[in-house]
């Protein structure tokens, strides 16, 4: 029997883009033309172009927040918005390649590269989602403690606001204080999600809290234990002795690359969901490692081990997992000094913006095609706004 063409995922995408409103694109002209000036008189399409650029296009030029997105100097505002990007860039935890200090700065500019329109899902987020960019966390990288409490404090101002945090890395370290933060907002248990090649679960590494203890230490914390902590991608020659032990006595669920062959990506991910969620959880956190990835595909990171996922395995699980619903995400260990034509930072992009559209086209976030709120936040920003949806 042959293939019918309406039923590809292909010709269901360019019905979805008919149903897509473009009301912020719109704004966003009139936004360019009013901050930039209008172009030379020489311009032809007058309507897409400014003096000054201000807004998506050229790709290649412009003030490089994530996706372009607004830039928010007054952090106290972020409660006015449903996702905030933020940059956590500490790499004092690594114990062999430094470099993910350079990753917020490495994500945000092959950010640039996208629109905010993904053709598959028929999902914009330029018309769905309201992103800002709130800039990095101040960090001091001679003191990992300190980077730690200004890391906490940064987050749980941001989920106290009910805003969703999309945290770019920094080395794994961070996955302590991002979740401390996350727990100390939600007030409630999570389960946590890790994608990785090695545990990070060992009690300390060189005498210190490092980036191989991050999911030790926040088990420790109130309203998280290992037993919501499932891992996929695990395995290889990187995997410490020491974060064994404490991953058995802990309770963790560890699957291998060789698991998601044998049981396929979608019993992982069911199997992922039922721990994450299980015991009373009321949240989960994702974390995502990006050395869990085949280092073929990433090797801009501090620990490559070959062997891990491919991106399109990456990609499908994170996207199941956020049609569930996620507390925020973190994107880590992206390491530009060791990176080749950005590809590790651009897979780190696509993660962060697959999650986002997921979420959106699962009604966790946002507003539909037509451009009508789904979450209490996204109708109290059309309140604020008085936007009628016109």
């Known amino acids: 029997m042959g293939i019918d063409p309406k039923d590809l995922h292909g010709e269901k995408a360019k019905r ?3 149903e897509l409103t473009d009301r912020k694109y719109q704004e966003e002209l009139r936004r ?21 650029q201000r807004g998506e296009i ?54 640039s590269l996208y629109s905010p329109y993904y053709y598959e899902q028929g999902v914009d987020l330029r018309e769905q989602l309201d992103i800002v960019d709130v800039g990095d966390i101040f960090i001091t990288p001679a003191n990992i403690e300190k980077a730690f ?18 945290i770019l890395g920094g080395d794994h370290s961070i996955g302590f204080p991002t979740a401390r933060g996350v727990m100390n907002a939600f007030g409630k248990k999570i389960g946590v999600i890790h994608f990785d090649r090695h545990l990070d679960t060992q009690k300390r590494d060189l005498d210190e809290r490092m980036h191989t203890t991050p999911w030790y230490w926040a088990a420790h914390e109130l309203h998280f234990d290992m037993g919501n902590l ?3 991608g695990i395995g290889g020659w990187q995997v410490p002795r020491p974060g064994v ?31 994450a969620w299980s015991n009373g959880a009321e949240g989960v956190f994702l974390s995502f490692d990006i050395d869990a990835v085949d280092p073929g595909f990433a090797p801009g990171t501090g620990w490559p081990e070959p062997g891990g996922l491919y991106p399109r395995e990456a ?31 651009l897979l780190g992009v696509r993660l962060i913006c697959d999650v986002l559209a997921a979420s959106v086209k699962a009604g966790k976030l946002g507003r539909t095609r037509s451009g009508d709120p789904q979450t209490a936040r996204a109708r109290e920003i059309d309140e604020r706004d008085g936007d009628d949806g016109a």
Do not use: C, W
């Open 16 to 18: 979805f883009e008919a």
């Open 32 to 52: 360019t033309h009013r901050l930039g000036l209008p172009p030379a008189d020489s311009i032809e399409d007058k309507e897409l172009a400014s003096t000054f």
């Open 58 to 111: 050229p790709h290649f030029s412009g003030i490089k927040t994530f996706l372009k997105a607004p830039y928010l100097e007054d952090v106290n505002l972020v409660g006015e918005h449903e996702v905030a990007v933020v940059g956590v860039p500490l790499d004092t935890g690594t114990t062999y390649r430094p470099g993910p200090r350079f990753g917020p700065e490495g994500m945000r500019s092959i950010s």
């Open 149 to 166: 409490d200004q890391i906490t404090k940064g987050i749980e101002h941001i989920v106290s606001n009910g805003v969703f945090p999309v």
């Open 230 to 232: 499932v891992q996929i």
């Open 245 to 275: 032990e404490e991953a058995r006595k802990g309770g963790t669920v560890v699957i291998t690359v060789e698991d998601i062959e044998e049981h396929g990506l979608n019993a992982v991910a069911d199997l992922a969901l039922e721990v």
């Open 315 to 345: 990609l499908k699980l994170v996207r199941r997992f956020a049609e569930e619903g996620l507390l925020g995400m973190e994107v880590v260990e992206v390491s530009p000094p060791y990176d080749t034509s950005d590809v590790t930072s």
